[in-house]
């Protein structure tokens, strides 16, 4: 068995996933409803919404129960955004077949001094930072919640993971805007290599459907103002899109080495092959409109995954439904992922925000899901409500709007973020070599 890269490094593999969504709290679940093109999108109905607000619509998760992950009382206190957390890392462990609570089993089944947990958020706490405030200006200080600190800053989802868990290894979160998932899988994949750690939980967490967030985001102008239509609101690259949807989760994957996962008798996934980051330094908000980020960072992640455009099978782009963003990262992609003159028609593309939202710094967690689901299964999900394409769309690389068998050797996730941030991740079947 070889268990190094072909430039000398550890081999990286998925041994378990989990995840949080408006489309189901089950992996499977949820990836069954997107390969169906269900969409999550409905008007907000757990809060009563402003009649100023120009944007009244969200993939919420409602009825959000823990079930065996946490105490109700637990998922009450913590923010959102740390429960949704806590309950994917806990079930990306079931799934890789590991204990999810610290104790003596945990402890024989891992070295803890060596499990880490880096799963990050662009939002953070927002529920309680909110509440906080509003608690301040009308009733005073005192009455401020005391925990709204801790339950604010964007670290207490990985060391409250950590201390359910009695992992000690490697914990921090990183927020890098909607970016922020594929930052953390990628450093989750460095500290494994650099021998820091055997094990890692790695992905994103955001809860940000509350009234400061959707009132921050109207203010942008940045989301869709589609309310009479809710499902048919997020449109990647249709000529008709106004907007993003907010949504709202997390995704986290178990990472191990190759030969950490063997000796436990895991069975690996699929492999991570690598990834890269870059930065636009171009606009707040804005992506470069020639893509020039995009393309360094892809083209950077090829290299170091030691791969090229065309094994590529599958691109889950970042894609949210913005009259900007969508054409500025699909130019990229269908100059470097279209194979004229071959046989094989070239990477195929979608986009599964058009179902689940935008989930902000966790829509690459959740979607580097999607991407190990499309390795397993051979099916990718459909592109929904791309009824009017843009003239530039080059339609045969697109995935059409039913699901479509597809043999993914090799599938790109790709994720940017307010400020520039460019990332991306290349995903592989695995294989034993």
Known sequence: MRFLTHDGKKRIVVTGMGCVTALGNDVDAFYESLLNGESAVSSISEWAMHPDFSTTIAAEIK??????????????????FIAYQIVAAKKALQHAKLPFAKGEEMDAALDITKSGCLIGSAMGGLHSFSAAT???????????????????ITNMGSALT???????????SISSACASGNFCILNSVEHIRNGEADLMLAGASDAAILPSGMGGFCSVKAMS???????????????NRDGFVMGEGAG?????????????????????????????AHHMTEPHPDGKGVALAIDRALVRAGV?????????????????GDMAELRVLQEKFKLSGS?????????????????????SAIEAVACVKAILTGEIHPNINLENPEDDVDMAMLVGPVREKCV????????????????AVLFSKYVAK
């Open 225 to 239: 103002k589609r309310n009479d239509d809710p499902q048919k609101a997020s449109r990647p690259w249709d000529k």
């Open 308 to 324: 090229t455009a065309a094994d590529v099978d599958y691109v889950n782009a970042h894609a949210t439904s913005t009259p900007a």
């Open 134 to 152: 509003e608690a301040l200006h009308t009733q005073g200080h005192r009455k401020m919640n005391p925990f709204c600190i801790p339950f604010a």
């Open 63 to 80: 009825g959000f129960d823990p079930e065996e992950f946490m105490t109700k009382k637990m998922a009450r206190r913590v923010d959102p």
């Open 408 to 423: 993914v050797n090799v599938a790109l996730s790709n994720s940017f973020g307010f400020g520039g941030h460019n990332s």
């Open 343 to 363: 046989t094989k028609k070239g990477a195929r593309i979608n986009s599964t925000k058009c179902m689940t939202g935008h989930l902000l710094g966790a829509a």
């Open 252 to 280: 986290v994957l178990v990472l191990e080495s190759l030969e950490h996962a063997l000796a436990r008798g895991a069975t690996p996934l699929a492999e991570v092959l690598g990834g890269s980051y870059t930065c636009d």
């Open 162 to 172: 950590a201390m359910d868990l009695g992992f000690m290894g490697p914990n921090y």
